[in-house]
């Protein structure tokens, strides 16, 4: 159906926009929800800008499909600057996995977001979050 359609859209531009700004490693998609990591498996000394970028980028693709819907489409994003383990899991339909402290800030960063905001940790760069204008989000 429609919801379908449009999660495909969005996850098809948020794929276009992580390609655009390199290095993104798109972990997976869990129903609405967009699991990317910058700087892995190849590390990157600029992880947090493009973060940045691309949590700016999801805002842009949100707001301009938004426009074009019948109904609300909002998105919070989660951004934090850490270290993950990652793994294989399971035999029958394997799984990537990525897991450790770090991701459990950013899942809760993530949920204490309000609609159309990305929360942060205080990890990143002031000048990483001025250069992306994103310092008044939290």
Known sequence: GELVDVLNSLFSSIDFAAKCIGNVWKVETIGDCYIGVIG??????????????????ILDIVRCMSSALTFPLRVRIGVHSGHLSAAVIGQLLPRYLVFGPDLEVVNHLEALAEPQQVGFARSLSVA???????MYVY
């Not at 498996?41 to 980028?57: K, W």
């Not at 990483?128 to 994103?134: F, K």
């Open 40 to 57: 892995g498996p190849n590390p990157c000394e600029d992880h947090a800008d493009r973060a940045l970028l691309l949590a700016a980028s």
């Open 128 to 134: 990483a979050l001025c250069a992306r204008s994103l």
